[in-house]
């Protein structure tokens, strides 16, 4: 089954801060409701992407490794995130 997204950002060439910084100005332009699927590696922004988000308050789909036997921080993984309005 494919997996659904309306954007879909690669950052695993760029390193912290940058790779939050670069999904969180993709994750500002996108609409409320939507989906982006961010390819990501390394130890780091898997650890710190998908928080930052969480606390801004959006909402992590998925987080799974490319490879199946995906535990390795260096294999790229694919995070899926919902855009949530921003609450008033």
């Given amino acids: 089954m494919r997996e659904q997204f309306d954007f879909f950002l690669d950052i695993t ?3 912290c801060p940058l790779t939050f910084v670069r999904t969180k100005l993709l994750l ?3 609409p409320a409701g939507s989906i982006a699927m961010v390819r990501l590696q390394g ?3 898997l650890a710190n992407v998908p928080r ?3 606390l801004a308050g959006h909402e992590i789909l998925t987080s799974e490794a490319e490879d199946p036997e995906g535990a390795d921080p260096f294999r790229p993984h694919r995070l899926r995130v ?3 309005a921003r609450q008033p």
């Fill in 28 to 30: 500002e332009r996108m």
């Fill in 43 to 45: 130890a780091e922004p």
């Fill in 82 to 84: 919902r855009k949530v």
């Fill in 52 to 54: 930052a988000l969480a």
């Fill in 13 to 15: 060439e760029d390193v």
